[in-house]
């Protein structure tokens, strides 16, 4: 079945611009995700929804970020006047009934 | 976690070996521990996970042993297989898991 999708998959944005990464979770789960994962480290949480519902936002870095999913489905996460230093993978997951976290392939995104 | 930055631990057996996997996490309220597995390019893949009232799990060749006395978690995997080379990520969630706390990777390294 289908997976987790993410686009794009690769984006480049000159530092200032705003970038709005998408995520597509598996049908029917009600728990999404996002992390940011930074060169060779383990993903770093930014938020959680359940439905339409932002139950945790405490990791999201600076009021620059900000993510929504307002049907409770696809979920986009938006990066104001990006810097240098948001450049990284961002990885989106939903979850099972089974409490599985099942991760998209990611957005790497570079700011130049 | 202790950040690595681009210098993973690496592990590296030969071919048809057994792997053993080691990761120390820091909140003694983690209840849930979950192995992933991230190919280069890709996003991180469930392997297996364990509930705290759990010290073993086994699943197709690989077993989770989680030691909560000193807040270790290992995976082990048997019969190593090319195809296993990757890093692989222990991450750690309190109270059903919402928030997945990633420790530093492990580089697995399968020599033919």
């Known amino acids: 079945g289908a997976g987790v999708s993410q686009s794009p998959r690769y984006k480049v944005a000159k530092r200032g611009q705003d970038v709005a990464l998408r995520c597509d979770p598996i049908?029917?789960?009600?728990?999404l995700f996002w992390y940011q994962q930074a060169l060779g480290q383990g993903p770093e949480f930014l938020t959680y929804?359940?439905?339409?519902?932002?139950?945790?936002k405490s990791g999201l870095p600076s009021d620059r970020f900000f993510a929504e999913r307002p049907e409770g489905s696809v979920s986009t996460l938006k990066i104001q006047r990006t810097q240098q230093e948001d450049s990284a993978v961002y990885l989106c997951?939903?979850?099972?009934?089974?409490?599985?976290?099942?991760f998209g392939p990611g957005t790497r995104l570079t700011v130049t | 976690g202790e950040s690595v930055g681009l210098h993973l631990p690496t592990l590296s057996v030969q071919e048809g070996d057994n792997s053993i996997i080691n990761c120390a996490y820091s909140?003694?309220?983690?209840?849930?521990f979950i192995w992933y597995k991230q190919e280069s390019g890709k996003g991180p893949q469930f392997i297996i996970d364990i509930r705290s009232n759990m010290d073993k799990r086994q699943g197709q060749r690989v077993t989770v042993l989680l030691n909560k006395t000193v807040k270790h978690l290992s995976l082990q995997i048997a019969a190593t297989q090319p195809g296993d080379s990757a890093v692989y990520f222990c991450?750690?969630?309190?109270?059903?898991?919402?928030?997945?706390?990633f420790g530093t990777g492990t580089q697995l390294k399968v020599e033919l």
């Open positions: 929804f359940q439905n339409e519902a932002q139950l945790d």
């Open positions: 997951a939903s979850r099972s009934r089974k409490n599985e976290q099942y």
């Open positions: 049908s029917g789960h009600v728990s």
């Open positions: 991450a750690e969630g309190a109270g059903g898991g919402n928030k997945l706390t």
């Open positions: 909140n003694s309220a983690s209840d849930y």
